[in-house]
């Protein structure tokens, strides 16, 4: 494999911009055996696809080599997401429900109701079941019984937080409100039996690290690190990185790297008046209208789909509420598949009519720019004091406002009846997120030589060993969260 460049740096062959593809050579390359290999994936002819990307040929270019290799990793990583059994599936639902059986499965599954493949004509089932049956199979969220909802105990909700935003905004004039200054303890440990662990090897790696962000985000320091002191990307890298090398003496013992962070998040509340909104600026000039294969795909289903939903609508604002309401309305959470193993996440999103954060928000992006209004990617980390995970959302852009925050996956959290609680996230953001990335696939710094864990995203880190890949289920993180008060 070249050591050049990542999966995720490369531009598509058909692209005339020099945008990163943020997906793997597997979803993008023309060479004929990839492409039969992924027909044959689709088929769920597994082992025949990983026996003709094997075969010697001596003709292929180092391009075509590349692609077959990084094929190969990809159904790796496909069959580390369909690794469950039907037996693995009960033993994770008895945790919730006690009396589930095989048949039971068995059953769901012959409703759709279970998420799994067919792997060389075995059932594999995905490692996060029983998680979405729990979303979409009447029975089994019926025998769980209702859970309490996340924070309900706690005191503080993310209503409650929206709802002070909401009076906050109409006490003041700035669209800054409720400051947080958070501290967070980032681990990453590589067990001592991680592949390529021996003496004199050289591990690699990146750590995600918060943007200065004008007034979202800022006072962003570094409190302490270990192993030594990082290299620290420059503010406004896309995805923005702390950086450790260690090279292994002589005993081979599991290596830990750290950072402690400390930044403060504000809530953004501008008022969206729509008959203060404009067109698109005839100057406009900071893309994000186009396509960008495979992720922002305008298949001639979903531009057909954004003509009906926007309809003769010219607000650019209004459309853009069209969209996202559409979205709300007929695409479902669920708990995704590892990002680096779904070939095009619009396509996906608008295809299925379901995905997580990063999948929907990538569907808002693509139908607004098929509407003509520019959109781009933003992602990091929900801060949340009841609960942390990561996570993804974005911007549109209107003017005379700019860049506008939305987070389509949060809509399925704020019912209410309150317009501004119900509508908050098309156009404002809370005060719990960390933003390290401001697009996706974009080059690690310095650059990684081998194909990321996660071509796109940036959240969890990368690790290398004397310039191979270690995947995320090789090493482990630990995180640590601290607020200097809850708003």
């Known amino acids: 494999m070249s050591v050049l460049m990542g999966a995720s740096q490369r531009v598509h062959a058909k692209s005339s911009t020099t945008e990163p593809t943020a997906a793997s050579m597997a979803w993008t390359s023309n060479d004929p055996k990839v492409v039969q290999a992924r027909q044959w994936l689709k088929d769920g002819k597994f082992a025949e696809a990983e026996k003709l990307l094997n075969e010697p040929d001596p003709s292929a270019d180092a391009t075509a080599q590349e692609a077959r290799l990084e094929t190969l990793e990809v159904i790796k990583r496909i069959r580390w997401d369909y690794h469950y059994s039907a037996q693995d599936v009960v033993d994770a639902m ?26 060389d004509g075995q059932i594999a089932y995905f490692r996060r079941e029983p998680a979405n049956m729990f979303r979409f199979c009447g029975e089994a969220k019926t025998l769980r019984g209702e859970e309490p909802k996340a924070g309900e105990s706690d005191g ?103 950072q402690v962070v400390q930044f403060t998040s504000a809530a953004y509340y501008p008022d969206l008046d729509p008959a203060k909104a404009l067109p698109l600026p005839a100057d406009y000039h900071d893309g994000n209208l186009g396509e960008r294969l495979p992720h922002i795909k305008f298949t001639p289903e979903l531009k057909k789909q954004v003509a009906e939903i926007v309809g003769s609508e010219t607000n650019p604002l209004i459309k853009a509420q069209k969209i996202y309401y559409w979205i709300c ?62 996570h993804d959302w974005g911007e549109f852009y209107v003017a005379p406002w700019g860049w506008l925050p939305f987070d389509q996956s949060y809509s399925r959290q704020t019912a209410s009846e309150e317009p501004k609680i119900r509508d908050f996230y098309i156009g404002h953001i809370d005060s719990y997120r960390m933003i390290v990335n401001t697009d996706w696939g974009a080059a690690l710094v310095p650059p990684k030589h081998s194909m990321r864990s996660e071509p796109a995203d940036f959240q969890r880190g990368e690790v290398e060993i004397d310039g191979k890949n270690l995947y995320f289920d090789q090493w482990d993180f630990d995180v640590e969260w601290n607020w200097e008060k809850q708003r």
Not at 98 to 118: A, S
């Open 94 to 119: 008895k945790r919730h429900v006690p009396n589930v059986t095989l048949d039971m499965v068995e059953q769901w599954r012959k409703q759709g109701q279970v998420q799994y493949r067919m792997i």
């Open 329 to 390: 309305a007929n695409v479902a959470y669920y708990a995704e598949e590892e990002y680096c193993t779904i070939p095009s996440f619009s396509e996906a999103a608008f295809t299925h009519r379901k995905g997580d954060c990063g999948v929907q928000a990538t569907l808002f992006i693509t139908m607004c720019r098929a509407a003509g209004i520019p959109a781009r990617w933003q992602s990091g980390w929900e801060t949340k004091p009841v609960g942390w995970d990561f």
């Open 156 to 258: 503080w909700t993310l209503i409650k937080h929206l709802q002070n935003i909401v009076q906050a905004a109409d006490k003041g004039d700035s669209p800054y409100l409720l400051p947080v200054t958070h501290t967070l303890k980032f681990t990453i440990t590589v067990p001592a039996d991680a592949e390529g662990m021996k003496p004199g090897a050289l591990v690699r790696v990146w750590l995600p690290y918060p943007q200065e962000y004008g007034h979202r985000q800022y006072n962003v320091k570094l409190i302490s690190s270990s192993p030594g002191q990082p290299e620290i990307a420059p503010n406004g890298t896309p995805q923005r990185t702390a950086y450790f090398e260690h090279r292994i003496g002589k005993e081979v013992k599991p290596l830990v790297f750290e």
